[in-house]
């Protein structure tokens, strides 16, 4: 289980806070121009989610499995 947690949550977790903190070095407004259409899609699709509860149900997440330890 907890190689599961590791190899399906945690590590994609990592690689994209390892992303997110390589593009706050970049001018992101340059960045935006080589990204196609999908792209911007699935970005403009992850805040608005993120947003509308999406956060709070990543920190759920986290506490629930706080909670089983």
């Not at 080589?34 to 970005?43: A, G, M, P, S, V």
Request: hydrophobic share 35%; no cysteine; glycine share 4%.
């Amino acid at each position: 289980m907890v190689d599961q947690i590791y190899y399906k949550i945690q590590y994609p977790l990592k690689k994209a806070i390892d992303l997110m903190k390589d593009l706050d070095h970049h001018d992101l407004d340059s960045l935006g121009e080589n990204l196609n259409n999908y792209d911007r899609e699935k970005i403009v699709n992850f805040i608005e989610a993120w947003n509308n509860g999406g956060k709070e149900k990543l920190i759920s997440l986290i506490h629930d499995l706080k909670a089983h330890q």
